[in-house]
């Protein structure tokens, strides 16, 4: 019998000098640049144009792109380390960054041949172009069978026809990634995937959607009516866009994870430095157990779902499987979110819901996160699929 001990490796919880570098740097633009007028924006509903040119200048609307498409070559978990930064003052800017960077340019990053991939991605990695990604309609959500947006061939061109709804970028951007039918007859593997830019003519959007929170994202509906589009604007395969969708979801519910744990964090943060400053029966309430539990089960769940989103980010930056981990982590952080803006209201009483303090709009901000990019019911779909076989 051997008595030879295979050696365990043990996951490093450390993170390298150049994340740290990225972290801090993202940080400290935060805080100078973003939260001095975050409520302001808040309350006037206006896209931050000037914030997100300097982002982009820093890279961050390209971040983990390749290099070789203008992108900036690092890894998810930088991403994931950015967001949170941004997140922690700014949900809807970090919103923007993710569904720019994680949804349009990803998906053609995965499925974009290489003409497209060079065509396309340095304008949306380098920021000056803002993409969008259409996928959700009036009437189909997470059921991509219903999709009533079609698109038909005729000659050298598709022309597509329908409407979609909760577009991000929708009327900021300037390419969109559009999910069409192009055969109702095998349902959601009758999807494709094109490449629409503004300007095409039946290209066209609606106002802004006035919204519960995520207020200076940009979020209206876009109408195709008979948009002449370029057969070589077909991305990926003839019928392959709803399993191309799938993969790009994965990778987005990374970054909403992300999101989530800036924003608790920011509960976190803001409930704590008031809990020390106000004072009730003669003591900061930060000394009431009532109060301190709150925040010990808050700081204690934000990093649980730090380590998950960390963990997806890790296994999609090694090439490994990670769509159980990433539903995993949107699940829980979005989830753990919602608690902690809701915990952190009650610690500020009767100030915490009103607008003169960050947690009323944290409170909602986070709710979507709960929602977009496929809804908790449909993660604890996809995440069933794999534990429960």
């Excluded at 106002?207 to 509906?221: A, I, V």
């Excluded at 992300?258 to 000394?287: D, H, N, T, W």
């Excluded at 009431?288 to 730090?306: C, E, G, L, P, Y």
Aim: charged share 25%; with cysteine; glycine share 10%.
């Amino acid at each position: 019998m051997s008595t030879e001990v295979t050696a365990i490796t043990t996951p490093s919880f450390e993170l390298s000098e150049d994340h740290l570098l990225i972290r801090d740097s993202v940080r400290d633009f935060v805080e100078q640049r973003v939260a001095p007028t975050v409520m302001d924006r808040d309350e006037s509903c206006e896209f931050p144009h000037e914030i997100v040119a300097e982002l982009a200048e820093m890279g961050m609307m390209g971040i983990y792109h390749p290099e070789q498409y203008g992108g900036g070559g690092t890894d998810t978990l930088s991403f994931t380390l950015a967001l949170e930064e941004i997140a922690r003052w700014d949900a809807s800017l970090a919103l923007t960054v993710a569904s720019h960077t994680s949804l349009c340019t990803s998906h053609i990053a995965i499925a974009g041949n290489e003409e497209q991939k060079m065509k396309y991605m340095p304008r949306l990695t380098s920021g000056k172009t803002l993409g969008g990604w259409a996928l959700t309609e009036p009437g189909s959500g997470s059921d991509a069978s219903n999709m009533k947006t079609t698109a038909v061939k005729k000659g050298d061109k598709w022309v597509l026809n329908g409407s979609k709804i909760f577009i991000t970028q929708g009327s900021v951007g300037e390419i969109f990634v559009v999910l069409a039918v192009t055969d109702r007859s095998k349902g959601a593997k009758g999807v494709s995937g094109f490449i629409v830019e503004k300007g095409m003519k039946g290209f066209t959007h609606g106002p802004k959607l006035k919204k519960l929170g995520m207020n200076s994202s940009d979020t209206c509906e876009i109408h195709l009516e008979n948009v002449e589009v370029p057969a070589e604007n077909l991305l990926g395969e003839l019928n392959h866009g709803f399993i191309d969708t799938m993969k790009v979801l994965d990778g987005g519910r990374i970054g909403i994870g992300a999101i989530a744990v800036g924003v608790a964090r920011g509960a976190l943060e803001e409930s704590i430095k008031y809990a020390k400053e106000r004072e009730q029966f003669g003591k900061p309430i930060a000394q009431f157990q009532a109060v301190s539990w709150k925040i010990v089960d808050m700081a204690t769940r934000i990093d649980a779902s730090r380590l998950m989103v960390q963990r997806a980010a890790t296994l999609r930056d090694k090439g490994k499987p990670y769509t159980k981990e990433a539903s995993m982590a949107k699940l829980f952080a979005s989830e753990m979110c919602t608690q902690a803006c809701l915990d952190a209201i009650q610690i500020h009483g009767g100030y915490g819901y009103t607008k003169e303090y960050h947690v009323e709009r944290f409170l909602r901000d986070a709710k979507l996160l709960e929602i977009g990019e496929g809804t908790s019911e449909v993660q604890r779909m996809v995440i069933g699929k794999h534990v429960i076989k």
